[in-house]
């Protein structure tokens, strides 16, 4: 059989499917070349997608080391706080010791309360308002409960 012969015994079902194969192999041989047919724009829409996508998980990373940078410091604060407490309660308790001692040594450890012993007593509350300003009772306290205000006394017309 004749090329001649073949196209003339084509129905146009024939035909239609003959066009269809011929569109596929050019499609194909195209596609074999790096020809790319992309009318709806796909694959820019999927490249844009990726890039925002990196773009995002950039951003998460720059703020989870930001978050871990403040998390850092924050337990470096924490960690001086913790370190001069207890040198605030060590040094406290070293002149407590220190008083106490002397108190009951003292010769009228057992009798009411003298000028002697009560300015042996205030120089104790002076030393520790001294180390620890925030104590309670001492010139410079604070009320911590009430945000740093400042602590209301007995007979102050302010509370």
Same mark, same amino acid.
């Given at each position: 059989?004749?090329?001649?012969?073949? /196209?003339? +015994?084509?129905?146009? =079902? $024939?035909?239609?499917? #003959?066009?269809?194969?011929?569109?596929? =192999?050019?499609? @194909? =041989?195209?596609?074999?070349?790096?020809?790319?047919?992309?009318? /709806?724009?796909?694959?820019?829409?999927?490249?844009?997608? #990726?890039?925002?996508?990196?773009?995002?998980?950039?951003? @998460?990373?720059?703020?989870?080391?930001?978050?871990?940078?403040?998390?850092?410091? $924050?337990?470096?604060?924490?960690?001086?706080?913790?370190?001069?407490?207890?040198?605030?309660?060590?040094?406290?308790?070293?002149?407590?010791?220190?008083?106490? #001692?002397?108190?009951?040594?003292?010769?009228?450890?057992?009798?009411?309360?003298?000028?002697?012993?009560?300015?042996?007593?205030?120089?104790?509350?002076?030393? =520790?308002?001294?180390?620890?300003?925030? /104590?309670?009772?001492? #010139?410079? +306290?604070?009320?911590?409960?009430?945000?740093?205000?400042?602590?209301?006394?007995?007979?102050?017309?302010? $509370?």
């Amino acid at each position: 059989m004749s090329a001649g012969s073949v /196209l003339r +015994a084509l129905t146009p =079902l $024939g035909w239609l499917a #003959a066009a269809a194969t011929a569109l596929a =192999l050019g499609f @194909v =041989l195209l596609g074999g070349l790096g020809f790319r047919w992309d009318p /709806l724009n796909l694959q820019h829409k999927r490249l844009e997608a #990726a890039r925002i996508q990196a773009r995002d998980a950039a951003a @998460v990373a720059a703020a989870q080391a930001d978050a871990r940078r403040i998390e850092t410091e $924050g337990a470096a604060v924490q960690a001086r706080r913790v370190d001069h407490y207890y040198h605030t309660t060590g040094a406290a308790r070293r002149v407590t010791t220190a008083a106490v #001692a002397q108190a009951r040594s003292a010769d009228d450890a057992d009798q009411p309360l003298e000028t002697l012993r009560a300015d042996r007593l205030r120089d104790h509350d002076g030393e =520790l308002c001294r180390i620890a300003p925030d /104590l309670a009772g001492c #010139a410079g +306290a604070t009320d911590l409960a009430r945000g740093g205000d400042t602590s209301v006394r007995a007979g102050d017309p302010a $509370g």
